[in-house]
């Protein structure tokens, strides 16, 4: 970086100033201040040194030397500000990176030296240990400052970032703690005055000569131009000097390096995808709220030159012209960033005409065709706080003007907010004292009350996320004590609103529970506002509340930083009740809760847009996760337990009021928090509480009772509702809930049984359904302890449900379910099998039935799990294969080998399960199952009732002459030769059945050759067989073979109408089969050859393929 520019001109005095050789002497310890020190920190901070040349004739020097002395910054706060990152470094990292911690130890370990101090200008070396095998490396540090702030600075690192380096931070540590023992000299340009020419003229040449590479050029330059008379520089009064300190006009700004903020952002953005980019863009945010935590005008000014970057992002204008939405990511950082505008421009201290000229900005940025929309249907002119008048539910017709409101920036809310004052008389006094009350001004009636009936003060005549904004900005602009006297008000302002609508409710009460529905009462939520009204009152709470300060301590003035690979342990936030002033008994931490459940529990619309839901639930999250940081104590057990019963009974205002808007946002989320608090200390509140937050309202209005929805194993279709982009999230935090109840009321049959009912009416999911039937299992079972009967009963019962839901819909996950079904049945006992198995007709398909169900139960596993005695174990195997009959005679093709199978021991069954395969063929049973049956048949050693089936298959089975590869050809070649081996009577019998099913000439003489190559068996199990083979020509083989010679001619002309040369050796190896065939006949060879001649003169037009069967057969 180059040296820091001259900022004014000094004159040259005539003579020299008298010199006050005591001053800066050290006082002694505990001694007061000199009143000389006190008046130059006051001088030194508000005045620049032009200021006080001017004021005064003539400044002594010891007075010259403090002011000079005093004008270097006094708190490493700052230092540390301007050196560190915006939040805490992760876990495991430590802080070692961190500028303001390197620089820290640099100083610890005595890198800093040479310091010297001329006027306001601050230089010194540093230093630094290198690497391994690497030398120490030397670093000059120089820094500018004027009225307690660093104005620039540059090193010789040549560092890049935002934060200033390791080294200038220690070389301003040094000066701040150890400020006496630094060398200090006032302006170059006093010393100078007190030199005569010829001192002069040796100084200028010694420092030419010392430096006369850099120097020479531009000192000849200057010399020229003093000696022409009429040069500019002759015609200007005194001369520069770096070292005398800032000019009136000049602005009285921390050193701010804009062009690497703007190239950082603009790097980071380019990163957008990535998770490390959000978080240091969340960081400079930080930045700019510490910035503007401690009034640095650098805040302002650094979120301007980030919002530039942020507009000028080209995914912007990618987005636009494609139309679609930008990424969660950056929309999240795009409302960070409206938000930290509006605690910038409703800034308390702010200048009118600093305001002025953000506004111009921001008007400027608003009409951009690139800036994006806020997100949602939010109001931007909604109801203002009016505790006297409970609002009544509000009309389809308002709400359709709400949907239609025009679309607002990101940055209409900071615009808006440049239209709020500060200058309210009533507001000036809330913001004043704590000790405001009613019983200092009066009244508390009127049109406009100030006060509620106990005399404290609220804030109406505006809406609540408005005046939370103002808490909010109170907080970032360092005021956290105005921020929490405007937060009480509030409150007080909400409780009264509270108990208006809870009596407004009591008068139509009657009206609203024989409707049984309602209109919205609030169609903007506060939980996921933009200016997320709720966290800001309880950060503002929680903070006051913190048992010791919450920053970064790895930043403080700490004798020794920890070694870099130790990293600090994170500090569990604890808090303790501070009394709320004028109010007896309460603590802010009271109040922070009840704000919170206040925010949680309001009834309220789902907002527009997948974005502002997905922001409604991470919100609720957020909130839920800083209750959680609490400690419950008795006092705020009661204010749980207060606040549950206020919903309860807070109908139409509270989501968990007996009657709901339709598409209101349901209460799981919050309810789980309210069940896990209140369950230990009033079960019952705790039940009622989280069973009346069960219901998902657009889910009800839709599937009326008693009607399933029409496709059951969809989270229930988004198509459906186009407008709830959440649903399935809701439904997983809906059955989240359930399953916490149901574990909580393990061993509580009655609050069981009511978590079960509520389940049943509210849960539309199987697959959510399936879920809890298996939590409830595992939980019903632990590993050392004996089951939970009625929780097992439970489980079961959902597992039923969800059976019943999915019976005719195809899906996958149908076989897991039919299984763990089964076993969550054994669990309970025989006699829950059994029931499922005596009523599987609306539960199970067939296949499931028979393949899963019954053999499942009856597997060696099963019984032995069961531990039945015989009478027991053989009344399950009968309901089995009672059930596996009956699945055979409604799904013959899929259940009869499952029955069969199950049959094998009981002789009736099987005898039963055979007939309905017999009168399943009779009835149009497929011949591919009649073959598998068949076989299996053959295998239990039953080959006549294989053959029986087998003939059965044949009758209605067709294979054409050109079906060589026929997927049933190994199944007939089996068949064959079964009935071979069963002898001579059933071999005569199927040949018909052969001759009439297949005609693929191959597979007949194949099945021909099969029979002639041994002797058929004699008897029906084949024990003896025939002397010899049957004869191809003669009965029952030699019908066989004259279908199959029919078959070959037949085949060989339908063969020969379109065949094509490159089939013509195809042809003729399929002629060659064909007189294999022929030849089994006693006149094959004649035959065959009246065969070939009919073929050479029906098809003598083919020469070349006559020419080759001429060549092969003559």
């Not at 009204?533 to 929680?542: E, H, N, S, T, V």
């Not at 004028?582 to 109040?591: N, Q, W």
């Not at 069969?900 to 055979?914: D, G, V």
Request: hydrophobic fraction near 40%.
């Amino acid at each position: 970086m180059e040296p820091p520019a001259a900022k004014r001109s000094r004159g040259c005095p005539a003579g020299p100033e008298e010199r006050d050789a005591g001053a800066g002497a050290a006082r002694g310890r505990g001694r007061p201040e000199a009143l000389l020190d006190l008046s130059a920190k006051r001088v030194a901070e508000s005045w620049a040194f032009e200021q006080v040349e001017e004021r005064f004739s003539r400044v002594p020097e010891p007075v010259q030397k403090r002011i000079v002395f005093w004008s270097f910054p006094r708190s490493e706060r700052e230092i540390c500000m301007y050196s560190s990152l915006g939040y805490p470094p992760p876990e495991g990292e430590h802080d070692a990176r961190v500028p303001f911690t390197r620089g820290l130890h640099l100083l610890q370990s005595g890198a800093v030296d040479r310091v010297l101090q001329v006027g306001f200008h601050l230089s010194g070396n540093i230093r630094e240990p290198g690497g391994p095998g690497e030398p120490e490396r030397l670093y000059h540090v120089s820094i500018s400052f004027d009225r307690c702030k660093i104005t620039s600075v540059s090193c010789g690192c040549d560092n890049r970032d935002l934060f200033y380096c390791a080294h200038v931070v220690a070389l301003s540590l040094h000066r701040i703690r150890h400020a006496r023992q630094v060398e200090l000299r006032l302006p170059i340009s006093e010393t100078l005055s007190q030199m005569n020419r010829d001192q002069l003229q040796k100084f200028v040449q010694y420092l030419i000569s010392a430096h006369h590479t850099e120097v020479l050029p531009t000192a000849q330059r200057l010399a020229d131009e003093i000696l022409l008379l009429g040069s500019e520089i002759n015609l200007v009064h005194g001369a520069p000097d770096p070292t005398a300190g800032a000019g009136i006009e000049d602005a009285n700004c921390w050193h701010l390096d804009e062009e690497q903020i703007q190239e950082q952002v603009k790097q980071l953005l380019s990163n957008g995808g990535y998770y490390g980019a959000s978080q240091q863009l969340r960081s400079m945010f930080s930045k700019v709220r510490e910035m503007l935590r401690m009034r640095d005008s650098n805040g302002a000014r650094m979120l301007i030159l980030m919002t530039e970057q942020f507009l000028q992002d080209p995914r912007l204008a990618l987005w636009r012209q494609q139309g679609t939405g930008m990424t969660d990511k950056c929309r999240q950082l795009w409302d960070e960033l409206g938000a930290l505008w509006v605690c910038v421009v409703l800034s308390p201290h702010c200048k009118p005409e600093e305001r002025a000229g953000w506004l111009q900005l921001l008007s400027r940025w608003d009409k951009l065709d690139v800036c994006p929309l806020e997100e949602g249907n939010y109001s931007f002119d909604g109801s203002s706080l009016q505790p006297t008048v409970a609002p009544s539910p509000g009309s389809e017709e308002e709400e359709a003007v709400a949907a239609t409101s025009p679309r607002y920036t990101v940055f209409g809310r900071a615009l808006l907010a440049g239209e709020l004052h500060w200058n309210d008389a009533h507001l000036q006094r809330i913001l004043a004292s704590d000790s405001y009350s009613s019983s200092l001004t009066g009244s508390v009636g009127g049109d406009k009350p100030t006060f509620d009936p106990q005399g404290r003060p609220l804030w109406l005549g505006e809406p609540f996320p408005t005046a939370c904004a103002r808490v909010d900005t109170l907080r970032a602009h360092g005021y956290p004590r105005q921020a929490l006297r405007l937060a009480s008000a509030i409150v007080n302002t909400l409780r009264l609103q509270q108990r208006h609508q809870l009596e407004s409710y009591k008068q139509q009460k009657k009206e609203l529970l024989q409707k049984g529905s309602t209109c919205i009462t609030n169609t903007e939520g506060w939980v996921g506002h933009p200016l997320d009204p709720i966290g800001c009152l309880c950060r503002a709470l929680l903070e006051a509340c913190r048992m010791e300060e919450e920053t970064l301590t790895l930043y403080s003035a700490a004798p020794a930083p920890s070694p870099p690979d130790t990293s600090p342990e994170k500090r569990k936030v604890a808090y303790q009740h501070v009394p709320v002033p004028g109010s007896p008994g309460e603590s802010y931490l009271v109040v922070a809760l009840e704000v919170v459940l206040l925010g949680l529990g309001q009834q309220r619309a789902l907002p527009e847009g997948l974005y502002a839901q997905d922001k409604v639930v991470r919100n609720e999250e957020q909130l839920l996760a800083l209750l959680e940081e609490v400690q419950l104590d008795e006092r705020l057990v009661q204010v749980l337990r207060k606040q549950a019963g206020l919903l309860l009974e807070g109908g139409p205002f509270s989501g968990f009021g007996e009657v709901l808007f339709r598409e209101s946002v349901p209460m799981h989320t919050c309810a789980r928090y309210l069940f896990t608090a209140l369950l230990p200390h009033d079960p019952d509140l705790a039940y009622r509480l989280a069973l009346r937050a069960m219901r998902l309202p657009v889910l009800e209005t839709a599937f009326p009772a008693g009607e399933p929805p029409p496709n059951p194993l969809d989270s229930i279709m988004s198509n459906r509702f186009p407008r709830w982009f959440i649903l399935g999230h809701l439904e997983t935090r809906q059955c989240e809930l359930a399953s916490t109840m149901l574990t909580a009321a393990k061993g509580d049959p009655k609050w069981l049984h009511a978590v079960l009912g509520s389940i049943q009416q509210n849960i539309h999911s199987p697959a959510l359904l399936f879920k809890l039937a298996q939590d409830a299992c595992k939980t019903a079972t632990p590993v050392s302890t004996p089951p939970d009967t009625t929780l097992l009963g439970i489980a079961l019962e959902l597992g039923l449900q969800v059976m019943r839901m999915t019976l005719n819909v195809m899906t996958w996950r149908r076989r897991e379910m039919v299984r763990w079904l089964v076993s969550c049945a054994t669990e309970i006992g025989p006699q829950a099998l059994i029931n499922i198995m005596q009523n599987w007709y609306s539960l199970f398909t067939p296949v499931e039935a028979a393949t899963i169900v019954a053999v499942t139960g009856t597997t060696q596993a099963t019984l032995l799990r069961l531990q039945l005695d015989t009478p027991r174990r053989e009344e399950l195997w009968a309901c089995a294969r009672t059930l596996a009959l009956q699945c055979a005679m409604k799904d013959p093709q899929n259940c009869a080998l499952p029955a069969l199978t199950l049959c094998e021991k009981n002789h009736s069954a099987f005898e039963a399960a055979y007939q309905i395969v017999l009168d399943a063929a009779a009835g149009g049973l497929g011949h591919a199952h009649l073959f598998t049956v068949a076989r299996y048949m053959e295998h239990r050693g039953l080959p006549l009732r294989a053959y029986k089936l087998a003939t059965l298959a044949l009758a209605q089975l067709s294979i054409a002459f050109n079906q060589d590869s026929h997927p049933a050809v190994n199944d007939v070649l089996w068949a064959c030769s079964l009935s071979h081996s069963l002898g001579r009577h059933e071999l005569s019998a199927i040949v018909p059945l052969i001759i009439r099913s297949i005609h693929c000439a191959p597979m007949l003489s194949d099945i021909l050759r099969r029979w002639t190559l041994s002797a058929p068996g004699l008897g029906p199990l084949g024990a003896r067989r025939a002397a010899k083979p049957l004869g191809a020509d003669r009965a029952p083989l030699c019908q066989l073979l004259d279908a199959a010679v029919t078959a070959y001619i037949t085949t060989s002309h339908s063969r020969l109408t379109h065949i094509s040369p490159r089939h013509y050796g195809d042809f003729i190896e399929f002629l060659g089969k064909a007189r294999e065939t022929f030849l089994l006949a006693p006149d094959g060879h004649l035959q065959f050859a009246q065969f070939l001649e009919n073929l050479k003169q029906t098809y003598k037009g083919k020469k070349k393929l006559m020419l080759l069967v001429r060549e092969r057969f003559g």
